[in-house]
C-alpha cells in the first residue's frame, strides 16, 4: 500500500508556471506507475499524465501536452507535474495516483493522495 501526499498547488496567472510534487509513503515505490488526474468543478475527474515506473515513459493527455512534464525521482518517493503556460481552463484540483499499471482512466487507480488546488487567473 502507498500514501499520497501532493503539494505545490496555488494562484497564478495565465501564462505562468507551477510544479505539482507528490511525496509517497512506503519502500515500493519504484513499483509503482504514477499518475496526475484534475477535477474542476462540475466535472468528472480527468487524466492529466502518467509515468511508467523508471521513468522511461510518459503519456499526457492532448490537453496539456507541449505544456507539463511529468517526472520522478525514484530516490525520494517524489513525482512532480511541471506546469507551464498555464491558462484558466486549467483551474481545477489536481491528484496524483499510484497503481501497478499504466491507465487514463481515474477507476483504474487505487492510490489517491487528497488533491491540490490550481487557480489559474486571467
Known amino acids: 500500500q502507498v500514501q499520497l501526499v501532493e503539494s505545490g498547488g496555488g494562484l497564478v496567472q495565465a501564462g505562468g508556471s507551477l510544479r505539482l510534487s507528490c511525496a509517497a509513503s512506503?519502500?515500493?515505490?519504484?513499483?509503482?506507475?504514477m499518475a496526475w488526474f484534475r477535477q474542476a468543478p462540475g466535472k468528472e475527474r480527468a487524466f492529466v499524465a502518467a509515468?511508467?515506473?523508471?521513468?522511461?515513459?510518459?503519456y499526457y493527455a492532448d490537453s496539456v501536452k507541449g505544456r507539463f512534464t511529468i517526472s520522478r525521482d525514484n530516490a525520494k518517493n517524489t513525482v512532480y507535474l511541471q506546469m507551464n503556460s498555464l491558462k484558466p481552463e486549467d483551474t481545477a484540483v489536481y491528484y496524483c495516483?499510484?497503481?501497478?499499471?499504466?491507465?487514463?482512466?481515474?477507476?483504474?487507480?487505487?492510490?489517491w493522495g487528497q488533491g491540490t488546488q490550481v487557480t489559474v487567473s486571467s
Open positions: 495516483a499510484a497503481d501497478s499499471l499504466i491507465a487514463t482512466m481515474s477507476k483504474e487507480y487505487r492510490y
Open positions: 509515468i511508467s515506473w523508471s521513468g522511461g515513459n510518459t
Open positions: 512506503g519502500r515500493t515505490f519504484s513499483r509503482y506507475v
